[in-house]
Structures are given as structure tokens and as C-alpha cells.
């Protein structure tokens, strides 16, 4: 009974103390911005060139004393939590960067599984949102306060069966996606519909699907295999593709096969090896042969990590980007952070032309850029050369 | 299609047999102990990590440079590996599960424990490997045998024979020997067999290893099947294993073998006659029915005291 006491009496201290830091670390002419990011779970390598590019940027803006807003001066600070690449708790992220950290923006989260329930969060609470990677629509409809940096899967859809069409000479295909994730399911729908409205219906031969914690796709695949496409459509995640590729070899699988913008990961090639070389996917940026800004930041990246920063990287760049383009657009710092959080909204909407590394973008009215795809094939070494880029 | 219903029967077949080798485990320890050991999975898991640190490591001091056997890497890794999970699982009997056993403490909390040492594997692993996905080394060269538009792998064929070498093994040491003997007893009456001279820990620490070492092969095989290592990969298929463990009547070797084969074709054949979108409804429906039906699984035995 007094081991109770005791206890109960430490865990009130302990969270007295907390309160108690809580409450002293603040007043300081900053800005904080929010990262909602997956820094572990299943594709934590996303979050990782979220984190690098955001502290690159960060860099400049400090050691330039700051940002200039209505004539004063504000650092900024970058306050990065992880939301371990699940819906819920990409919302509970979402909510304690707006409550507790009072963050003016967040950028983030990556993926659409989690980017449509944050950006209704962010849009519940007018928090301005900047998804550098979700390409659902559903994240930014009817969402002012949300925006994106990436295009997104209705475009990609036609592009991927329109070059699917011309590169191939394809008049049918199969596709392969992962049934639990928005993302897939949502590219692997707007793809058929696509190529179907191409070749007829029926054009697509064989649609399987897996589930996100399946590890064997064998039947599927044998499935896939004896409908004898002339191509495989795969919309899914580059640590799945390492699980699908050597399998689909196995099964006696010698064609061609296109991935989606979830492909693009620096650590597509060492964890799929040998099997995805040869293999094309669309993209939005091509890191070989990059010219000018692009070429820039990623030779300052590769300097800093020791690694080409893959599409996520560039695009976390331009997300952020664009929201200090909209922060130096307002008139002032009121310090009413509800106040300052429309002004930010409303000065990202008025933004006429962004000169991205991923390409110059605008946005519409749904706050959706406007911009080009990239197609890249996986080479023997392991690069991602440039094929093609397909405007929209 | 009878091309490809065949090819499915291979695929089965393999995914079937790591089910089988999982749920032998669960089979092993429950038998003996009673015991739902929820962490088996994740034992597994870690497993599989073993065998990529330690082939890593094969390849970077020992036989740096040189052209070896795939077959020699993989007959040098896997009792070490087997070895070393070993450990891991007497260790766990040792800190988790003992000292609840001696004090008496119903079974419910040891099930309890088992499932916290499964997430402390989990998040221990996360801490160390950090969440990105690791790539198993491919150790034996993949070579692809076709014939008549069937496609087998060498590694398919591997896993195969491996599930089938650990069952006849298991029968073999659970039914011929003294110590499968004494396993039996504990089952049956673990009050009287102690008075009997039988030194119960021992043999649990025995039960352990057997079903660790099961553990590893499973995890070493899966690991060069499906060579994407993260620290979850064994939770979904060491539930799986589980249930099938249960379909198949838990406590009995064949049962748990056989369940996992089964689970493992039923999986397989509603993708290729359905649609892959609703695998896991009609899978879980399809034992949800041979549960009802029959409670005890196929080959179990009908206790009153279960879990």
C-alpha cells in the first residue's frame, strides 16, 4: 500500500515537471513550422529526406538571420514528429503540432494514407498544410487550408497508360497493388479506367491485389503471368517492389514492368537488386542528369548525407519552398497564431509561380500544382536515368 | 489453367510450409507448457535478422573476396543461427516465463507476458536496426527450373523438403525418445511428474530450444524467400500460424502441421478461383467454420481447461 503511494506521488511529480518545462520553453521572435512525417514504421526512409531536406532549408533562412516578414526579422524552427506511417496517428501528430506546438504550417504527412485524414485535421483547425508527396485527390478537395507539392494520381493514371502504350506498344496490361493503402488502390482504378478508355474494355487482363502485410504475391502473380499481359502495372511501395519483382522472376516472368511515384526511393535498387533494373517508373524528378537548381540541391544533399536525395527529398524541399514563399508574402506577425495561419493560407493561394526543383508549379483552385511528369528507367548500374517527360 | 492451378499447388505448398514450421513451434510450447507463446512470431523475426547480420558478416570477413557455395554459407549460418535463437528463447523461458510458473500464477498472465516479450522484440529491434527495411543477402544463386509452363525455384524446393525434414524430425524426437517422452508427461500432468524424478525446468528449457531452432530455419528460409527484413515481418504470419496451429488441433505435431498447409492452400486457391481483394474474409471464414464445427481443431484432443 505505501509502494502505491509512492508511486502515484513520482508519476505526479514526474508530470508537474513536465507542465512545468512545458510552460518555459517559449517567448522568442520564431516561427515554428510542423513536420508530420514517417520517421519509423514501414517506409521510413521517406520521413529521413523529409528531416534532411527541411534542415538543409532551415540552414539558410537561420544563417541569413532569418526570415523577412513586413520588415522584421523571425527565425525559424522546425518542430518534427513522427507519425510511423499510420493514419491515426498522422492525425494525433497533426493535432498536437496545432494545439501544443502552435505551429504556423505543417508540411506533411507524405503518403496519402495519411495525408487525407491530417489535411482534414489541418483544415478543421485552418492550419495551413503542404503535402510534398500525397498525390490522392482526396487530400486537398474541398480543403483551402491544404495544398500539395506533387501532382497528382488521376494525372498519373493517363500518363502511365499512355506510355505504357507508346514505350510497349502495350494493348493490354495487368496491374499489381496493395488493396489496404489509398494510394495504390486509388492509382491502380484510375489507371484501368485510363487504359481501358485506351484499348476497350477488358484491355486490362488480370487486376490482384495484396495486402499491406502480405509477403508472398505468388499467386497473384501466377494469375497475372497466365493472362499473358504486355505489361505489369505496379503502383506500389519500393519495399514491396522488392518483394513482388524477384517473385514475378521466379514465376518465368521475362516483360516489361512500369511503377508509379512510390517507386522512387533511394533504396528501391538495394533492396530489390537486380530485379529492377531494366524497369520503368514515372516519377517527379530525375536525379542523373538534373541541371541547375535541381543539380545544386542535390549535390548539397549527397555532400551532407552521403546519398542522391530520392523524389520525396526534392519534393519536401519544394513543399517547404512554397510555404516560406507564402510566409514572405504576408504583411506582418501578428502573434494571434490564428490570425497569422489564414494570412498564410491566403498568401500560398496568391503565389503566381513557384520555381520548384521538381518544376515550376502554380496552383488551382484546389490547391493542386500544375506541373510535368517524369518517366525514368532503372539502369544497369542502378541509376534512374531520364526517359521522357509527359506534360499534363 | 491446369497450368496454372499446378503452379498454385507449388505455391501453396511453399507458403504452406512456413506456416507449418511457425505453428510447429506454437505446437511445441503449448503442448508441453500450456502456454500460448505469442512472441514465437517474433523469435522468428529475429531470426531472420540473425541470419542477415551474421551471412553479412560471413561475407565481409571471412569469405571476403572469394567465390564460395551459396550451400556452404547457408549449412554454416543455419546452426548458428539455430544456436543463437536458441538463446534467445531459453532466455525469454528464463526472465518471463519461470519466474510466473514458480509463483503460481495463472496462465492468463503468462499469455499476457508472452505477448509483451513480442512487442519488446518488436521495438527492441526498432531501437537497433532503426525501421528501414534491410535486405537479406542472397546466398544461393536463384536458378528458375521450367517445364511445360510450370516454374520452380531451387529455393521453393529448399523450403519444401526443410518443412518436411522439421515435422519428421519433430515426430521422431516427440515420440521415440525419452525426453519427447517426458515432454508428453509434463502435457499430461505437470503435478505428478515432477514427484516422478523428472526434472521439469529441464525439459521446458529443452521444449524452448527445439522451438526456437524451429524458429530460426523458418526465419532463415523466409529471409532468403522473402528478402525484406523489418521488424514487424513476424507478427500478421505468426498470428497466422497460430490459427492454423488451432485448425489443426494445437498440442498435436500433426495437427500444427498440417493446419499450416491447409491455411496456406486455402489462402492460395481463393485467390486464384476469387478475387485476391477478399483472401482474408473467405480464409478466416473458411476456419471460423471448421472452429465452430469442431472446437478442438482436427487432430486436438478436448481439454477443460484451454486458455
Redesign the interface.
Known sequence: MKNRKLLVAMVALLAVTMLFFAGCAKKEQVIKIGFNIP????I??VGEASKFAAEMMKEDINSAGGLEIGGKKYKVEFVYEDNESKAESAVAVALKLIEQDKVIGIIGPNSSKQAIPGGEVANDNRTPMISPWSTNPATTLNRPYVFRAAFLDPFQGPVAAKFGTEQFGAKTAAVLYN?DNDYSKGLAEYFTAAFEKLHGKGSVVAY????Q????Y???L??II?SKPDFIFMPIYY?KV??AL?QA????WKGNVLGSDSWGSA?LV??A?DSVKGKYFITHYAAAGAKGKTKEFIDRYNAAYGYIPDDVGALSWDALGVMVTGLKGMKEITGDIQKDRTALMESIKAIKSYPGITGTMKFDENGDPIKEAVIVKVSDDGQFVFQKGVAP | MFTSLLQNVINALQWGSFYSMIALGYCLVYGVLRLINFAHGDIFMVAAYLGFIFITFLFKYVFAGGAVSGWLVLAITLPVVMFFTSLLGVFIERVAYRPLREKGAHRLYVVITALMVGLVLENGNLALFGASSRKFPAIIQRSVLSFGGLHITNLKVLVIIAALVTFAFLQMVVNRTKIGMAMRAISYDKFAIPLMGIPVNKVIVFTFILGSSLAAVAGVLFGMSYPVLDPYMGMIIGWKAFIAAVVGGIGDIKGAFLGGFLLGFIEILIVSFFSSNLKDLIAFLILLIILVIKPTGFYGVAKSTKI
Do not use: C, R
Open positions: 520517421m519509423t514504421g514501414d521510413p526512409k488493396l490482384e491485389s495484396f495486402g502485410k502480405d509477403q508472398d505468388s499467386v497473384q501466377t494469375k497466365a519495399n522488392a518483394l524477384p522472376i521466379d514465376l518465368g533504396e538495394t533492396l537488386g
